[in-house]
């Protein structure tokens, strides 16, 4: 059982930045890829990038290419996600989840676990 928190949500003018952060419970936490996924109001939630297990390997979706990081602490169970540039569309809840190791990164489905969400507001 994983169980995840997320936290580094706020308020932030466009061209800002915010380092989100995803904690996990549990010490199989280290065998799971994780992504990160946003819902803005009125729209279906949509991928915005993963990460392996191990860290190794990085796939986001193009909206956010360039702008958005994901990086991994598997010692201290934590999954970031660094947005910079960030834009007034960036503005939903973001989420994040733990899947066991799957190439279909990109599909919701596939995350067993999910934390309870952190908002995002990017003013204009």
């Known amino acids: 059982q994983v169980q995840l928190v997320e936290s580094g949500g706020g308020l932030v003018q466009a061209g800002g930045s915010l380092r989100l952060s995803c904690l996990a419970s549990g010490r199989t936490f280290r065998r799971y890829d994780t992504g990160w996924f946003r819902q803005a109001p009125g729209k279906e939630r949509e991928f915005v990038g993963y990460?392996?297990?191990?860290?190794?390997?990085?796939y986001y979706a193009d909206s956010v290419k360039g702008r958005f990081t994901i990086t991994r602490d598997n010692a201290k169970n934590t999954v970031y996600l660094q947005m910079n540039s960030l834009k007034p569309e960036d503005t939903a809840i973001y989420y994040c989840?733990?899947?066991?190791?799957?190439?279909?990164?990109?599909?919701?489905?596939?995350?067993?676990?999910w934390g309870q969400g952190t908002q995002v507001t990017v003013s204009s």
């Open positions: 989840a733990a899947a066991v190791p799957t190439i279909v990164v990109a599909t919701a489905g596939e995350y067993d676990y």
């Open positions: 990460i392996s297990w191990s860290g190794g390997t990085t």
